[in-house]
C-alpha cells in the first residue's frame, strides 16, 4: 500500500525566513510526484510534477527537489501570501489514483 | 482556458438522503477522478473515470458511485446520506489515463449533512 508522510505538519515562519518541507512515500514504481498547494476552502492548485530522481523544478520562491525516497520543496524568503496547505502526492504504478500526504499547514507572519 | 467546474459548491442535505455532483473538466481532458476531503483523513480518492468507463476505485463504501458521459463531464452519487459524508468534494481532470501528467482540481463542493 503506498504511504504518504509530510513534515512538519505545520510551520510559522516570519516574513523573509527560508525553510524547507518534506514529502516521503513509500510507492511501487514512482511514475511522478506532484506538489500542490491549497488555500482554505478551495481546491488543489497545481504547483510541480517532478518524474526522476535529482529532478529539481522551480516556479517564483518555491522550488522542489525530488530523491528516491522523499522530495522537498524549499521556500526561499517567503511572503505572507505563501501561506497556505502544501500538498504532495506521488502516483505510483498501480491504477489507484493519487496518494496524498495530509499537508503542511505553513504560515508565513509579516 | 477554463478551468474544472464544479457544481454545486455547496449543499446540505438530511441523513438517509442521496445527493448528485457534477465535475466539467479543462476542455480536452478525458480522465476525471473524484476525491473525498476531510480534515481527519485528508483527500482520499474515490474513483477514477476515463472514456465513459470506471478505471479504479477507492476504498469507500458502494454509495458512492459515478458516471462519465461522452462529453468527458462526471457526476458522482451518494446514497442514503449519513454524517460522515460530510466533506469537500474534489473532482480532478487530467488529459488521459493511465495519468502521467498533472491533474487539475475544481473548487470543490461542500457537502454538509445534517
Known amino acids: 500500500e503506498d504511504q504518504v508522510t509530510q513534515s512538519p505538519e505545520a510551520l510559522r515562519l516570519q516574513e523573509g525566513e527560508s525553510s524547507s518541507l518534506n514529502c516521503s512515500y513509500t510507492?511501487?514504481?514512482?511514475?511522478?510526484l506532484f506538489w500542490y498547494r491549497q488555500d482554505p476552502g478551495k481546491g488543489p492548485e497545481f504547483l510541480f510534477t517532478?518524474?526522476?530522481a535529482g529532478e529539481e523544478k522551480e516556479k517564483e520562491r518555491l522550488k522542489a527537489t525530488l530523491t528516491k525516497k522523499e522530495s522537498f520543496l524549499h521556500i526561499t524568503a517567503p511572503k505572507p501570501e505563501d501561506s497556505a496547505t502544501y500538498l504532495c502526492?506521488?502516483?505510483?504504478?498501480?491504477?489507484?489514483?493519487?496518494?496524498f500526504g495530509k499537508g503542511t499547514h505553513l504560515i508565513i507572519q509579516p | 482556458k477554463a478551468g474544472v467546474t464544479q457544481t454545486p459548491r455547496y449543499l446540505i442535505k438530511t441523513r438517509g438522503q442521496q445527493v448528485t455532483l457534477s465535475c466539467s473538466p479543462i476542455?480536452?481532458?478525458?480522465?476525471v477522478s473524484w476525491y473525498q476531503q476531510t480534515p481527519g483523513q485528508g483527500l482520499q480518492f474515490l474513483f477514477e473515470?476515463?472514456?465513459?468507463?470506471?478505471?479504479n476505485k477507492g476504498n469507500f463504501p458502494g454509495r458512492f458511485s459515478g458516471r462519465q458521459f461522452s462529453n468527458s463531464r462526471s457526476e458522482m452519487n451518494v446514497s442514503t446520506l449519513e454524517l460522515g459524508d460530510s466533506a469537500l468534494y474534489l473532482c480532478?481532470?487530467?488529459?488521459?489515463?493511465?495519468?502521467?501528467?498533472?491533474?487539475?482540481f475544481g473548487q470543490g463542493t461542500r457537502l454538509t449533512v445534517v
Open positions: 502526492a506521488p502516483l505510483g504504478g498501480g491504477a489507484d489514483g493519487l496518494t
Open positions: 517532478l518524474y526522476s
Open positions: 480532478a481532470s487530467a488529459k488521459g489515463w493511465p495519468m502521467n501528467t498533472e491533474a487539475f
Open positions: 510507492v511501487s514504481g514512482l511514475r511522478g
Open positions: 476542455s480536452g481532458h478525458r480522465s
Open positions: 473515470y476515463f472514456s465513459e468507463t470506471q478505471r
